[in-house]
């Protein structure tokens, strides 16, 4: 079993995490079944930094029960101050199909930040991949990476901006594609995919990685967040270039601050993976780096 | 004097408001949400003596009202608990009751006389109900064993002892008595109710560990009936625990006889709770014009 599963370290552990009462300021829909929401939240606005999460419940109700993890989309301001935060998501069951009706003003109780979010991009070239509503944590990277903006108290300083910045972005279908307008940025390489070909590539987003992998200027880092499949084959591919990668993983979770113990994935606790052990995505990540993971 | 004070036997808290074994990690993950130092005090999760890897995923599922979990008791030890962890919750200025599991009387005997070698533990509390645990035996379910296992920690260490039941029996009261008989400073009413989710679509159970404990809102009328029934008979604190999540839940509990509480799934979705119902908890008491807890405790007419 080795190494322990509560190691007093915990990277994804925020000590200046709070618990806040928050509003709904906007809701936009981004794509079919796919939405935007902007909250007022000062204290995790200031702090929060990209592929860190924040945990979202509905106050007054025990049903549904829980809060429920959503990544960092962006930070919004008013008057020069970070103010709050949008994030997108996408419509699968309980909570999210009630968040769709949610109004400005309507309460909400926040968590956060939490997790241990992105490493700071230090390479020429990064690229994300990103499969449908795993998109939501790439327009802060991108920003952050192109130097556009700082995220963090006290902000995160980037060595220096990435000189080539690619994403990868698949979808079902174009009418799932969600916030391509908030990716036309100067400096960002914009690669879609779509399963039924409607746009972009007809195929897997994994596609475009290998080919971008395959290319005279090959990315040096690669950041991906999707569903399993998908950064099963991009762990897989990274690893065949040996190009270094981290994949934030969407494990379900109760609690999203490491009390429940019930958010586990496998992480190898030597090379081959013939020894792993259960870890606590949301202290211990929700990032990892790739060839740590047993998916 | 504080008014909050509550002695269960050999067990002293600063108040009733305790926060349940597995709902709270090892403590140092919610200090972000809580001042330990108000709390009556702090139950770690589950140790067991050998490192326990827990059950696959999906371990938790949402259910109306309430959480289901199949964790397995997934822990290091009790070895890399003491030395991670033991020292750390000794500092934070609360009562740290220690929770363990074992799967034979030797096992809880010899894990009461490691743990008693540390000063400044509050207590043991006895997880002999923990329906997630395969291999082991049942203590919690027979009043023979419970008696037993209760007896031997007690004889294996000078620390308080509770209790743990499960509600997965005919009769609590039962156990509760073997348990009082035995020498329990205290018993804690109720560990989780045992259930199960299904995706039928599938043809599959929705948890890794196929069966899960009920716990949440959902069971608080079950784990309240149960904390009166052993309260009108049998003579034993009783520590309250099951679906508590706001200041009038644990007043249910303390009139309906319940000397302590504590909290455990709200913790999950309400960060700081705890520390807000001693706050609230101090108020009611001098609402109801009482100088002390104890006059509330057990108040309940039929
Ligand atoms: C770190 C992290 C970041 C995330 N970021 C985002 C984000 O930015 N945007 C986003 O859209 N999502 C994100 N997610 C996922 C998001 O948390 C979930 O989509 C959300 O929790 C769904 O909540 P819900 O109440 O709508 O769905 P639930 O009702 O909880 O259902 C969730 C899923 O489980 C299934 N399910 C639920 N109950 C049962 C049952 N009894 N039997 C069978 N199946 C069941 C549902 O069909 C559904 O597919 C993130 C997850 C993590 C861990
Ligand atoms: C995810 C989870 C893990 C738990 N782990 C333990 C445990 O390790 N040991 C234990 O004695 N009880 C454990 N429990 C039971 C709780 O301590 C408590 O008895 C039960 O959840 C009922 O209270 P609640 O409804 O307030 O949560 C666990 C409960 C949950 C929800
Ligand atoms: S979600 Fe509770 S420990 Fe990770």
């Known amino acids: 079993m080795g190494e322990p599963v509560c190691s007093p370290t915990l990277p994804g552990a925020v000590a200046s995490a709070v618990q806040h009462q928050a509003h709904v300021v906007a809701q936009t829909q981004m794509a079919r079944d796919t939405y935007c929401l902007r909250l007022h939240c000062p204290p995790i606005a200031e702090q929060i930094h990209p592929g860190q999460f924040f945990m979202v419940r509905l106050p007054g109700t025990d049903n549904p029960l829980l809060g429920r993890p959503f990544a960092l989309y962006d930070v919004y301001e008013e008057d020069g101050q970070k103010a709050g935060i949008d994030f997108g998501y996408v419509t699968v069951g309980k909570l999210t199909s009630a968040m769709a009706e949610w109004k400005p003003g309507q309460a909400v109780e926040l968590w956060g930040p939490l997790g241990n979010g992105f490493p700071l991009p230090d390479v020429e070239h990064l690229a994300l991949v990103a499969g449908g509503i795993g998109q939501t944590p790439f327009l802060a990277v991108a920003r952050e990476a192109l130097g556009q903006k700082q995220y963090g108290n006290p902000p995160r300083q980037l060595p220096k901006p990435a000189k080539q910045l690619t994403m990868c972005y698949g979808a079902r279908s174009a009418e799932y594609l969600a916030g391509l307008d908030d990716f036309q940025m100067d400096g960002l390489d914009l690669k879609i995919s779509t399963d039924d070909g409607s746009q972009g590539h007809h195929g897997f987003v994994t596609e475009l990685l290998a080919e971008s992998l395959e290319s005279n200027s090959a990315p040096e880092a690669v950041y991906c967040c999707g569903p399993e499949p998908m950064m099963k084959a991009a762990q897989q591919l990274c690893a065949e270039k040996r190009v270094p990668c981290w994949l934030s993983l969407e494990t379900p979770m109760a609690c999203g601050f490491g009390i429940c113990f019930s958010c586990v994935t496998r992480v190898k606790l030597d090379e081959s993976g013939d020894n792993w052990d259960y870890r606590r995505t949301c202290v211990e990540g929700p990032v990892f780096p790739a060839d740590q993971l047993l998916l | ?302």
């Open chain 2, 1 to 302: 004097m504080n008014r909050l004070a509550v002695q269960l036997n050999r067990l002293q808290l600063a108040n009733p408001i305790l926060v349940a074994s597995g709902t709270f990690g090892y403590a140092r993950e919610a200090q972000a949400y809580i001042d330990f130092a108000t709390l009556g005090g702090i139950i770690p999760k589950t140790i067991t003596p050998q490192p326990r890897i827990g059950n696959p995923p999906p371990r938790t599922i949402e259910t109306s009202s309430g959480l289901l979990n199949s964790i397995g008791l997934d822990n290091d030890g009790l070895e890399q608990f003491i030395e991670k962890h033991l020292d750390y919750l000794l500092s934070l200025n609360t009562s740290i009751i220690a929770n363990i599991a074992g799967r034979n009387v030797d096992d809880f005997k010899q894990m009461a006389a490691r743990l008693n070698e540390f000063d400044g533990l509050a207590a043991l509390e006895l997880n002999i109900s923990c329906p997630n645990v395969s291999g082991g035996v049942d203590f919690g379910t027979n009043p023979k064993l419970a008696a037993e296992v209760v007896g031997s920690v007690r004889d294996a260490c000078s620390l308080p002892v509770i209790a743990k039941l499960t509600p997965n029996v005919t009769s609590v009261v039962e156990i509760a008595a073997a348990a009082a008989e035995a020498g329990a400073d205290a018993v804690s009413l109720v560990n989780t109710f045992q259930g199960m989710a299904v995706d039928w679509r599938r043809r599959k159970p929705i948890l890794g560990g196929v069966l899960g404990g009920l716990s949440g809102p959902a069971i608080k009328p079950l784990a309240l009936r149960i904390v009166w029934q052993v309260a009108q008979a049998v003579d034993i604190p009783i520590i309250g625990v099951g679906g508590i999540a706001c200041i009038d839940d644990v007043m249910q509990f303390i009139v309906a006889g319940a000397t302590a509480v504590q909290i455990g799934t709200a913790n999950f979705y309400n960060p700081g709770i705890a520390n807000q119902l001693v706050g609230e908890l101090s108020e009611i008491v001098e609402e109801q014009g009482c100088t002390h807890i104890s006059e509330l405790t057990g108040s309940l007419q039929t």
